[in-house]
C-alpha cells in the first residue's frame, strides 16, 4: 500500500474520480447515488504584476512558483494598495492569499516601520499562513504567530520586532486590546488588517468579532491611524454587505474567480434502507436507513484502501470519532496495521495531537483522516484526492469550501455528499437543483444584538473610557447599552465619558457560549483528555455519558459543573446515550407581524428555559432503546428571538386536522421547519430551537415557534421571518415527498427531540402547512 494519489494518477491509468465513484456505487445492491453533478475544468486568466509589487517581491513569489497573479489577485491587490477596504470572494484554492499578501508585504518592503495584523478563525490556519509568508523569504518582514500557544518568552520578543503578526479575533479580544499599551508601537504603525475567511463571522460570534474589529479600530485612531481592511471570503451572497457588516466600513467586493480549477466529480448518496427485521414488521414500524456514520466509515476504509488521500468531514466532534474508529477496525481486518493509517481530528484535542496530525496528513503518513470542521478552512491540504462529507453541513458555502479541499493542486478529485436520515439532508438529495443550482448564502450577523453590545461596550470602556464619538462607531443600540451599563453599576458617566468601575476586565466570550470549557480528566490517572464547552456538557458529560477520544471509548462518572470538571473512565460498552430535555416558553414582545386572517406570522422575543431530565442508552447495533435513566443537572434559561406562526382552531378543522392531532401535527411541522430553516439561514439545527403547543397561553391559539440558540439572537430568526413562504414552502415539500407512511428521520422526526419525537402526525402537519402557506403572502 502507497501513499501515492490513486485518482491523480497518469492518463491512461483507468483510476479517474469518475471510476473511483463507480467501484464505490459497486458495493451493495442498490444504487445509492441519487445525483453526480460534473463541476468542469475551467481555465485561469492571468495578470501583470501590479507597477507597484518591487522586484524582491515578485522574485520570492516566483521562487514559489507563482509567476504571474491572476486577475482577481491583482485587481483586489490594488484596490488595497490604494487604501480601499476590499473583499475578495472567490472560490476554495483561488489564491485569496495573494491577494492580501501581495499589498501587506510590498508595504512592508517599501516603509521599514509599517506592520500587518493578520487575523484568522483557527489556530491552524493561522500557522499554515505563518509557514507560507515565511517561505517567502523576505528580510525585515519577521512574521510570528501570536496565540494562546506562544511561549510567554516569545511574547515580548513579538509585540517589539515582528512586522507581521498572525493571529485570531480571540487573542486579540483577550490579549491584544487589553494590553494596547504595549502593543503601541505595532499597532500606531498597523498599516493593513487582513481578515481571513471573514465568511465564517456569522451569527453570535460574528456579532462579537464586528465589535472586537470596532475597538481595534477605536485603539488605532487614538494613535493616528487608519489601517486597511482586506478580508478573504469563500462565495456567499452579498460579501460587501456582509463584509461592511464585521468591519463597520464600506467595502467594495471581488468576485469574480479567474484562478484554474481542476474539475469535480461530485456525487449525492443516500444511504440505503436497512431490511426489517420479523418483530418491525409486525409492528408495521417503519424502514431505517443505514446511518450516514456507518457509510461513511465505510466508504473511508474504501478510499483508503485504494490508496486515495480521504478527508471525511463530520459534523460532530463524536461523529469524527466514531468514523475514524470504524474505518479503522474495517481496514485492519482487511490488512492488519492498515489501519493505523487512518485517525480523527476534532477541536478539543491538546495542541500536540493537532499539530502531529497536521504533519502526519501533509507528508502522506495519514491516508485518511475524519475531521469536524476544524479543517474546513484554507489550510493548504497538499495531495487531497476525495472528500467525504458526512452530512449536509449546514450552507451551501460550507459544502463547497470542504468540496474544495480536494484538487487543489488543479487535479480531478471527487467530492461525495452522504445524506444523514434528516429533512434538510433527504430534501438536498433528491433536489440538487438547490445545492448546484444556486447561489451561497449571505453570512448573518447582527452587532446590534443588546447581549453582545452590552459586554463588547464593557469590553472597551475598560481599555479606554467611552466617549460619544465612539457609540457612532459601535452604532445602533450603543447609547441605549451604555445607559444600562451606568444603570447596573459596570459604568460611571463623567463630563469627559464613560468609565470602567471595576479592577477586573469583563469576561466575554466572544462565542456566547454558556460558561467556560469542562475539562475531562481519566479519573484513575489524572490525565486530561480534553475539553468540551460549557454548553454542551450537560449533553455530553452528564453522569453515565459515552465519551469518546481518538478512538477510545469512556464513561462519565461525575460531572462537576462548578468546578468544571468531568472524571471518566475507560470503558467499551454495546450502546451509546443519548440525553433528553424538556423546554418551555413565554413571549416577551413583538418586533413584527403579518395578519394573514386565520393564521398570524410573528417576529419577537422570547424566554425560553430548557432542562437536561433524562438519558436514554440504546443499542449500538440495532437502535433499540434500553432504558431511560433521570439525571439532577440545573435549568437554563435564555431569552433569544423567535419566528413563530398561529393558526386559528377552525381553520385546522377545515383542512381536516381533528383536534386531538393538533399536538402531533404542530410537533412534526416544527421539527420539519427547523430541519430546513438552514436552507435559508447561515445556521444548522443545532443552531436553533424550537416548540409547538395546541394552545400557547401568550398566543391562545395553535403555535409553532423556532428560535436562535444564543442569547439575543443571532439573526436565524429573522431570516425565516424574511422569507417564511419560500422557507415553509420547501418544508411540505420535504415532507410530502419523503416516502415513509407515518413519519420518520428524513422528514419529521428529530434527533434532538427530548420528547422523543412522540406524538407526530406526518399527515396533518401536511395540512397545517397548506394552511399556513395559502394564507401568507409571497
Not at 35 to 48: D, I, L, N, Q, S
Not at 69 to 86: I, N
Not at 163 to 189: C, E, K, Y
Not at 317 to 325: C, I, M, T
Request: proline residues 7%; hydrophobic residues 40%.
Amino acid at each position: 500500500m502507497t501513499s501515492t494519489a490513486a485518482v491523480s494518477a497518469g492518463p491512461g491509468s483507468g483510476r479517474t474520480p469518475a471510476d473511483l465513484l463507480g467501484r464505490l456505487r459497486a458495493r451493495g445492491e442498490a444504487d445509492p447515488v441519487t445525483h453526480v453533478e460534473r463541476v468542469p475544468a475551467r481555465a485561469g486568466t492571468p495578470a501583470p504584476w501590479p507597477e507597484w509589487a518591487p522586484e524582491e517581491l515578485r522574485a520570492a513569489f516566483a521562487r514559489r512558483g507563482v509567476v504571474a497573479p491572476w486577475r482577481h489577485q491583482a485587481e483586489a491587490a490594488s484596490l488595497a494598495y490604494d487604501g480601499q477596504h476590499v473583499v475578495v470572494a472567490t472560490g476554495t484554492a483561488s489564491g485569496k492569499s495573494l491577494a492580501y499578501q501581495l499589498p501587506a508585504l510590498a508595504t512592508l518592503l517599501a516603509d521599514p516601520r509599517a506592520t500587518v495584523l493578520y487575523l484568522a478563525p483557527t489556530k491552524a490556519l493561522a500557522a499554515d499562513q505563518l509557514r507560507a509568508v515565511a517561505a517567502l523569504e523576505l528580510e525585515g518582514v519577521r512574521p510570528a504567530c501570536y496565540d494562546g500557544d506562544t511561549p510567554r518568552a516569545e511574547r515580548e520578543w513579538i509585540r517589539r520586532h515582528s512586522r507581521f503578526v498572525l493571529t485570531n479575533p480571540d487573542m486579540l479580544h483577550h490579549g491584544i486590546l487589553p494590553g494596547h499599551a504595549q502593543w503601541s508601537g505595532f499597532l500606531r504603525r498597523l498599516t493593513y488588517v487582513v481578515i481571513d475567511e471573514c465568511h465564517t463571522y456569522r451569527g453570535v460570534f460574528g456579532s462579537h468579532v464586528a465589535h472586537v474589529l470596532r475597538r481595534l479600530r477605536r485603539q488605532c485612531a487614538r494613535f493616528g491611524r487608519t489601517p486597511v481592511f482586506v478580508l478573504a471570503s469563500a462565495t456567499s451572497g452579498d460579501p460587501a454587505a456582509a463584509a461592511g457588516r464585521l468591519t463597520g466600513l464600506p467595502v467594495a467586493a471581488v468576485t469574480e474567480d479567474t484562478s484554474p480549477r481542476g474539475g469535480v466529480t461530485f456525487a449525492l448518496w443516500e444511504p440505503p434502507l436497512l431490511p426489517r427485521d420479523a418483530a418491525a414488521e409486525a409492528a408495521d414500524l417503519a424502514p431505517v436507513r443505514r446511518s450516514a456514520l456507518r457509510e461513511t466509515a465505510d466508504l473511508l476504509a474504501d478510499t483508503v484502501a485504494e490508496g486515495v488521500r480521504t478527508l471525511a468531514f463530520v459534523r460532530s466532534r463524536r461523529g469524527a470519532e466514531v468514523v475514524a474508529s470504524n474505518a479503522r477496525r474495517a481496514l485492519d481486518e482487511a490488512v492488519p496495521g492498515l489501519g493505523d493509517r487512518v485517525a480523527a481530528y476534532r477541536a478539543g484535542y491538546l495542541r500536540e495531537e493537532r499539530r502531529e496530525l497536521e504533519r502526519a496528513l501533509l507528508y502522506g503518513d495519514l491516508l485518511g483522516l475524519a475531521s469536524t470542521n476544524a479543517l474546513e478552512l484554507g489550510v493548504d491540504l497538499i495531495g487531497l484526492d476525495a472528500v467525504l462529507i458526512c452530512g449536509y453541513p449546514g450552507t451551501r458555502a460550507s459544502l463547497w469550501q470542504q468540496a474544495g479541499r480536494a484538487g487543489r493542486s488543479g487535479q480531478e478529485a471527487l467530492a461525495v455528499l452522504v445524506a444523514r436520515d434528516d429533512p434538510l439532508d433527504t430534501y438536498l438529495v433528491h433536489h440538487p437543483e438547490a445545492v448546484f443550482g444556486r447561489p451561497v448564502e449571505a453570512t448573518v450577523l447582527d452587532p446590534a444584538n443588546p447581549y453582545v453590545l452590552g459586554p463588547q461596550l464593557a469590553c472597551a470602556a475598560a481599555e479606554a473610557p467611552l466617549t460619544p464619538a465612539d457609540l457612532t462607531l459601535f452604532g445602533d443600540g450603543a447609547k441605549e447599552a451604555v445607559d444600562a451599563l451606568v444603570e447596573a453599576g459596570a459604568l460611571r458617566q463623567r463630563p469627559t465619558g464613560w468609565y470602567w468601575r471595576h479592577r477586573e476586565r469583563p469576561e466575554v466570550d466572544l462565542r456566547g457560549s454558556d460558561g467556560a470549557p469542562v475539562c475531562v480528566v481519566e479519573a484513575a490517572t489524572g490525565r486530561l483528555l480534553g475539553t468540551v464547552d460549557g454548553g454542551s456538557s450537560h449533553f455530553l458529560l452528564h453522569t453515565g455519558a459515552v465519551y469518546l477520544h481518538q478512538g477510545v471509548s469512556y464513561v462519565v462518572d461525575s460531572l462537576d459543573l462548578t468546578d468544571g470538571c468531568a472524571l471518566v473512565h475507560p470503558e467499551e460498552p454495546d450502546w451509546s446515550t443519548h440525553a433528553r430535555d424538556v423546554t418551555s416558553l413565554s413571549v416577551v414582545s413583538v418586533r413584527s407581524y403579518v395578519d394573514a386572517g386565520p393564521v398570524g406570522l410573528f417576529l419577537g422575543e422570547v424566554d425560553v428555559t430548557s432542562q437536561v431530565v433524562s438519558y436514554q442508552r440504546r443499542r449500538i447495533a440495532s437502535g433499540e432503546v434500553i432504558d431511560t435513566r433521570p439525571l439532577d443537572l440545573p435549568a437554563r434559561e435564555l431569552r433569544t428571538v423567535a419566528v413563530w406562526f398561529t393558526l386559528s382552531p377552525e381553520s385546522l378543522t377545515a383542512a381536516g386536522v381533528d383536534p386531538a392531532d393538533v399536538p402531533g401535527a404542530l410537533h412534526a411541522a416544527e421539527h420539519a421547519a427547523i430541519g430546513l430553516l438552514p436552507l435559508m439561514a447561515t445556521c444548522d439545527r443545532w443552531d436553533i430551537g424550537g416548540l409547538s403547543t395546541a394552545v400557547h397561553p401568550d398566543t391562545e391559539a395553535p403555535t409553532v415557534f423556532v428560535y436562535d440558540g444564543h442569547p439575543g439572537g443571532a439573526g436565524f430568526a429573522e431570516r425565516a421571518y424574511g422569507t417564511a413562504a419560500a422557507w415553509l414552502g420547501a418544508t411540505r415539500d420535504a415532507i410530502v415527498e419523503c416516502g415513509c407512511e407515518s413519519g420518520c428521520p428524513s422528514c419529521v422526526q428529530s434527533p434532538k427531540c427530548g420528547n422523543g419525537n412522540n406524538p407526530l402526525s406526518k399527515a396533518d402537519a401536511v395540512r397545517v402547512l397548506d394552511v399556513v402557506l395559502a394564507n401568507l403572502p409571497r
